[in-house]
């Protein structure tokens, strides 16, 4: 039995034992939306999340945003998944469950799973997950972009980690099986630099036959950039004609121009009809629709609601949340501060173009930073 959709109560159960050890509580939240989820956590940057534990009155509906906001506390305990009601739920959850099993794993072979590398345990969850909710395989023209420019195991940006990590972990189940890989997991957490050496010629040469056309570059030119994070921040403002743009690049029939035209300001120049919004991440994009698609969204739209200014101020804070995972490469921590104080000033300011110009800044010199790198290792 759980609780109704409309229940604020917690349904509380004694944890189960595994091979004589008890096994982590879970809590798993459910909100009706991206917006909701994400205004309630204060951070904009996941779609669904595996964590440390919150407590019972961090769940609930006082924190919701919204008359139709609702939170489901489907199982209470000690470790927590939260995600949103949206069509792709099933993928988010498995991911986070995979999570949470691995860190069984994990604590059975008396290993910290916060030590593991990311790229590992993001690479699990999502190998899991496309295997049991279905696989397009577009993590294997993202990875092997990263792996043909010359990019090291032990330096994949985060924006990379999923692609990247998911190609690794399925190398290393066809080479030694599910249980190899597990029986690593001790290994991968004390000394990843040495094991990353090991796998590296292995891994590098599964990718070494790999075709990748001008759509798929611009794919992993989007995913190094956040392109799908940039767009998710400027919902309240951001253009259908962007939407659609993202929507090309991610279905695989974008091309490299459209990175640059992203980013570029277009003044009052009309941003064309939208056509099959969200197609970007369905792997039929060219590398020219990234370039488009910043090319539309720094045009500064005219002024906004005053709801959708607040929820784009809402925002706010997911620049230095995304800093602080990201740490300060390239003095990101510096951008940020300018960015966070120029925001402030504008937006007390009632000073529309000033907020949006240094917003769009944000996005290009924090959330985008990766894109600014060099590709390879």
């Given at each position: 039995?759980?609780?109704?959709?409309?229940?604020n109560?917690?349904?509380?159960?004694?944890?189960?034992?595994?091979?004589?050890?008890?096994v982590?509580?879970?809590?798993?939240?459910?909100?009706?939306?991206?917006?909701s989820m994400?205004?309630?956590?204060?951070?904009?940057?996941?779609i669904?999340?595996?964590?440390?534990?919150i407590s019972?009155r961090?769940?609930?509906?006082?924190k919701?945003?919204?008359?139709?906001?609702?939170?489901?506390?489907?199982?209470?305990?000690g470790?927590?998944?939260?995600?949103?009601?949206?069509?792709?739920w099933?993928?988010?959850?498995?991911?986070?469950?995979?999570?949470?099993?691995?860190?069984?794993?994990?604590?059975?072979?008396?290993t910290?799973?916060?030590?593991l590398?990311?790229?590992?345990?993001?690479?699990i969850?999502?190998y899991?997950?496309h295997?049991?909710?279905?696989?397009?395989?577009?993590?294997?023209?993202v990875?092997?972009?990263?792996a043909?420019s010359?990019?090291?195991?032990?330096?994949?940006?985060?924006?990379?980690w999923?692609?990247?990590?998911t190609?690794?972990?399925?190398?290393?189940?066809?080479?030694?099986?599910k249980?190899?890989?597990?029986?690593?997991?001790?290994?991968?957490?004390?000394?990843?630099?040495?094991?990353?050496?090991?796998?590296?010629?292995?891994?590098?040469?599964?990718?070494?036959?790999v075709?990748?056309?001008?759509?798929?570059?611009t794919?992993?030119?989007a995913?190094?950039?956040?392109?799908?994070?940039?767009?998710?921040?400027?919902?309240?403002?951001?253009?259908s004609?962007?939407?659609?743009?993202?929507?090309k690049?991610?279905?695989?029939?974008?091309?490299?121009?459209?990175?640059?035209?992203?980013?570029?300001?277009?003044?009052?120049?009309?941003?064309?009809?939208?056509?099959?919004?969200?197609?970007?991440?369905?792997?039929?994009?060219d590398?020219?629709?990234?370039a488009q698609f910043w090319?539309?969204?720094?045009?500064?739209?005219?002024?906004?609601?005053?709801?959708?200014?607040?929820r784009?101020?809402?925002?706010?804070?997911?620049?230095?949340?995304?800093?602080?995972?990201?740490?300060?490469r390239n003095g990101?921590?510096?951008?940020?501060?300018r960015?966070?104080?120029?925001?402030?000033?504008y937006?007390?300011?009632?000073?529309?173009?000033n907020?949006?110009?240094?917003?769009?800044?944000?996005?290009r010199?924090?959330?985008a930073?990766?894109?600014?790198?060099?590709?390879?290792?």
């Amino acid at each position: 039995p759980v609780p109704e959709a409309n229940s604020n109560d917690i349904l509380i159960l004694p944890a189960p034992s595994w091979n004589g050890k008890r096994v982590h509580p879970l809590i798993i939240g459910v909100y009706p939306d991206w917006e909701s989820m994400n205004a309630a956590c204060g951070d904009y940057s996941f779609i669904g999340l595996y964590g440390p534990p919150i407590s019972p009155r961090e769940l609930t509906l006082e924190k919701l945003t919204g008359p139709s906001a609702s939170l489901i506390p489907i199982l209470s305990s000690g470790s927590d998944i939260i995600l949103t009601r949206t069509d792709d739920w099933r993928f988010v959850l498995t991911h986070e469950l995979t999570h949470w099993l691995t860190e069984l794993v994990c604590r059975y072979e008396g290993t910290d799973f916060g030590s593991l590398p990311p790229l590992i345990r993001e690479g699990i969850a999502d190998y899991t997950a496309h295997s049991l909710c279905g696989d397009h395989r577009r993590w294997e023209a993202v990875a092997a972009a990263w792996a043909q420019s010359g990019g090291k195991l032990e330096d994949v940006p985060p924006p990379l980690w999923y692609d990247v990590g998911t190609s690794v972990v399925h190398y290393l189940v066809e080479r030694d099986g599910k249980a190899g890989l597990l029986a690593r997991l001790p290994a991968f957490a004390a000394e990843w630099s040495q094991e990353a050496a090991t796998i590296a010629p292995g891994w590098r040469a599964s990718l070494h036959d790999v075709k990748l056309s001008d759509s798929d570059r611009t794919l992993y030119e989007a995913r190094l950039e956040r392109l799908s994070l940039c767009a998710w921040l400027l919902d309240p403002v951001l253009p259908s004609a962007a939407r659609s743009l993202l929507g090309k690049i991610n279905s695989g029939k974008g091309d490299s121009s459209d990175i640059a035209q992203f980013w570029n300001i277009v003044s009052a120049i009309p941003p064309p009809p939208s056509q099959d919004a969200w197609a970007i991440n369905s792997g039929k994009g060219d590398s020219s629709d990234i370039a488009q698609f910043w090319n539309i969204v720094s045009a500064i739209p005219p002024p906004p609601s005053r709801d959708a200014w607040a929820r784009l101020a809402r925002r706010e804070d997911t620049f230095r949340i995304v800093q602080y995972q990201d740490g300060d490469r390239n003095g990101e921590r510096m951008a940020r501060a300018r960015v966070e104080v120029a925001l402030r000033k504008y937006r007390e300011a009632d000073d529309w173009q000033n907020y949006y110009n240094w917003f769009v800044t944000g996005l290009r010199n924090i959330i985008a930073a990766w894109g600014n790198l060099p590709r390879g290792g």
